[in-house]
């Protein structure tokens, strides 16, 4: 699932305004209500976009996109973090990862890379990594999410304050514009909120339609992120806002 230029512009356009009708779109954009109205019902589809009465505007925060569509949305975006990130990871290394499809890709990407320690509470990336004879993988306890097979619960927090390792590559659903960092369910959070703690590194990797999104749940500030992996270069504002907390920003080509 890709959106083209018109489209993202569309998308920002909601973004920043919350909630604007089919024809002032149109009019921002250049093309007819027709066209927008086309737009807007694929990116609904997507849940990236509501359809009100008279308007359009951003999804409910309280319910994340189905796993099965957060796969194919911008999959040449992540496979493409996901390079950039795994030639950044040093051979001999330990890592923490999380749940998401963006780490999934990086799991993908280190396939075969020698020598690494990696603990992880999802279920797909162990899987993954399991293949490469060159790694070890430590699967955290807890419950199972069965949408995504991700481990969550008190149980999988204490078995990762276990551990100490190098870098810890945790994927978010949202980043508000003040450098928030958001996701849907708290005991997910409540993990992901661990691994920060438990890595001498944090790389946050996002594509670019997680910036602007809402979900409920604050997970943690960009001011605990040493590197951010992305798709594309982040606005001026957010560009502001990722240099006084300090963060690298590396544009994947």
Request: proline share 4%; with cysteine; charged share 25%.
């Amino acid at each position: 699932m890709t959106f083209n230029p018109r489209q993202r512009r569309l998308l920002e356009h909601v973004r920043a305004q919350v909630t604007v009708s089919v024809e002032d779109l149109a009019r921002q954009l250049s093309v007819t209500p027709q066209t927008v109205r086309r737009d807007v019902k694929q990116m609904e589809e997507a849940k990236l976009l509501t359809r009100y009465h008279g308007g359009v505007g951003l999804p409910s925060s309280v319910e994340n996109i189905d796993y099965n569509q957060r796969q194919v949305m911008n999959s040449d975006a992540k496979q493409r973090i996901a390079a950039v990130v795994a030639a950044r990871v040093p051979p001999a290394c330990s890592l923490l990862i999380n749940i998401g499809t963006t780490t999934e890709e990086v799991a993908r990407a280190l396939a075969h890379h020698p020598d690494l320690h990696v603990v992880t509470n999802n279920l797909n990336v162990a899987a993954i990594l399991a293949d490469n004879p060159k790694c070890e993988v430590i699967v955290a306890g807890g419950v199972v999410r069965n949408r995504d097979r991700g481990i969550i619960g008190e149980v999988t927090v204490d078995f990762i304050r276990q551990f100490k390792v190098d870098i810890g590559i945790i994927g978010i659903s949202s980043i508000d514009s003040d450098g928030t960092l958001r996701d849907f369910d708290p005991r997910e959070v409540k993990v992901a909120q661990a691994i920060i703690e438990q890595s001498r590194a944090v790389w946050l990797v996002a594509d670019r339609d997680k910036f602007g999104r809402q979900a409920l749940v604050r997970m943690a500030h960009l001011s605990q992120v040493d590197v951010l992996f992305t798709d594309a270069p982040p606005s001026a504002a957010m560009a502001s806002v990722l240099e006084e907390a300090g963060v690298e920003v590396v544009v994947a080509p």
